[in-house]
Each structure stands twice: as structure tokens, then as C-alpha cells.
T-cell receptor
Framework: EPEVTQTPSHQVTQMGQEVILRCVPISNHLYFYWYRQILGQKVEFLVSFYNNEISEKSEIFDDQFSVERPDGSNFTLKIRSTKLEDSAMYFC????????????FGAGTRLSVL | DAKTTQPTSMDCAEGRAANLPCNHSTISGNEYVYWYRQIHSQGPQYIIHGLKNNETNEMASLIITEDRKSSTLILPHATLRDTAVYYCIVRGTQASYNTDKLIFGTGTRLQVFP
């Protein structure tokens, strides 16, 4: 069964460093998303991406964040200068077109900012 | 904010049916009810969704009341592996792709015991 793949599973970084979280969405999917979940809190929407541009972003997704689909398979989330409060699980999701409108999530990347 | 209300937690004996309720009294005519679950800190997993008719798949059944103001997710024979947080989410159709984010609440923590 096709699945969304995220790497790395755990990323440790120093405050102020740049990190890139990587995702391989399900093949043939057209819509891509990033969510995050701070430990013990809700899953929060960050950004949606379609047709090589951002469709929607939340207030969390400020200038420190960016997304990119550098080739036909990868979808990345970059945090330019990490802060302690960026420590969280980051989930990538994708969905196809059509009427079912179901987002499939990856297993997540745990980002620890020290 | 989430448009749904769910109990904070529930218990269920292994092998029994787990019935998870959700209130969505402000649901509008074109909004679907989606159910996801999250096991430990893994990525949310899609379970089922519906508009107004009852739905069944290999994982669960979804019963939506006639007025659509509430629904129940049924896991017919709960196993220990069904222990998870279950999220009931109301969202519109995919016609507006730029507003198809998932808004997660706190969900129901289902504990299946032996």
C-alpha cells in the first residue's frame, strides 16, 4: 500500500541552525501539507501546497518557514533559524484529486532544538 | 477551532465494540465528517468519512444521525492495537482546495483493555 515517507525520523539541531525536513508523498498525489504537533498538544496545520505554490498557511508558518517541491517526488519543509519552540513532531501529508479528499500522513519527523 | 465535541477518554474491553461519539451541531450541508486516529505519536491515520449516509469499511463503521448533528464511530471488535486518540473532524468538500486543511481537536483517547 502506498505511503508517505518522511526523513529523518529524528533530527537534533542547535538553536539558530537551519533544518530541512523531507517528505516523499504518495505517487500521483497533487496536494501536499505540513502539520506539526508539540508534545502533549494538538496537531496543528502549517501549510498546504498545490501546483508548485502555497495554497494556504497558518499563522505559525512565518518567514522562518518555507516549503519546496524540488523535483517530482520530494516535498521539503525548511526552517531557517530554529528556535527552542520549534521542537515538535512534524507530519507531512498528501492527497490525490477527485472527490474522496483524504489526506494520508507520514510517520513524522521529531525535531529537537537544543 | 475544531467544530466538534468529543469525550476526553473512553475504555473498551478487547473484543467488544467501541462506540465513539462526536457532536457537530453546527455542521453545514456540504461538510463531511472525517475520522482519523493517532497511535502514540505516529502520524494521524485515516479511518472513514461520510456525508449523511452510514458508511462501513474494513476498519470501522460510521453512523451519522439524520439531522447530521452527531455521529458515532464504531470499531466492531476492538483490539489492543486500537488503543489511540480518535479525532472527529468536520470539513468541506475538495472543491475549495485552498481551504482543505484538517483542524484537529483534542479527540477521544480510547483505551482498549484485555
Amino acid at each position: 500500500e502506498p505511503e508517505v515517507t518522511q526523513t529523518p525520523s529524528h533530527q537534533v539541531t542547535q538553536m539558530g541552525q537551519e533544518v530541512i525536513l523531507r517528505c516523499v508523498p504518495i505517487s500521483n498525489h497533487l496536494y501536499f501539507y505540513w502539520y506539526r504537533q508539540i508534545l502533549g498538544q494538538k496537531v496543528e496545520f502549517l501549510v498546504s501546497f498545490y501546483n508548485n505554490e502555497i495554497s494556504e498557511k497558518s499563522e505559525i508558518f512565518d518567514d522562518q518557514f518555507s516549503v519546496e517541491r524540488p523535483d517530482g517526488s520530494n516535498f521539503t519543509l525548511k526552517i531557517r533559524s530554529t528556535k527552542l519552540e520549534d521542537s515538535a513532531m512534524y507530519f507531512c501529508a498528501s492527497r490525490g484529486g477527485g472527490g474522496r479528499n483524504i489526506q494520508y500522513f507520514g510517520a513524522g519527523t521529531r525535531l529537537s532544538v537544543l | 477551532d475544531a467544530k466538534t465535541t468529543q469525550p476526553t477518554s473512553m475504555d473498551c474491553a478487547e473484543g467488544r465494540a467501541a462506540n465513539l461519539p462526536c457532536n457537530h451541531s453546527t455542521i453545514s450541508g456540504n461538510e463531511y465528517v472525517y475520522w482519523y486516529r493517532q497511535i502514540h505519536s505516529q502520524g494521524p491515520q485515516y479511518i472513514i468519512h461520510g456525508l449523511k449516509n452510514n458508511e462501513t469499511n474494513e476498519m470501522a463503521s460510521l453512523i451519522i444521525t439524520e439531522d447530521r448533528k452527531s455521529s458515532t464511530l464504531i470499531l466492531p471488535h476492538a483490539t489492543l492495537r486500537d488503543t489511540a486518540v480518535y479525532y472527529c473532524i468536520v470539513r468541506g468538500t475538495q472543491a475549495s482546495y485552498n481551504t482543505d486543511k484538517l483542524i484537529f481537536g483534542t479527540g477521544t483517547r480510547l483505551q482498549v483493555f484485555p
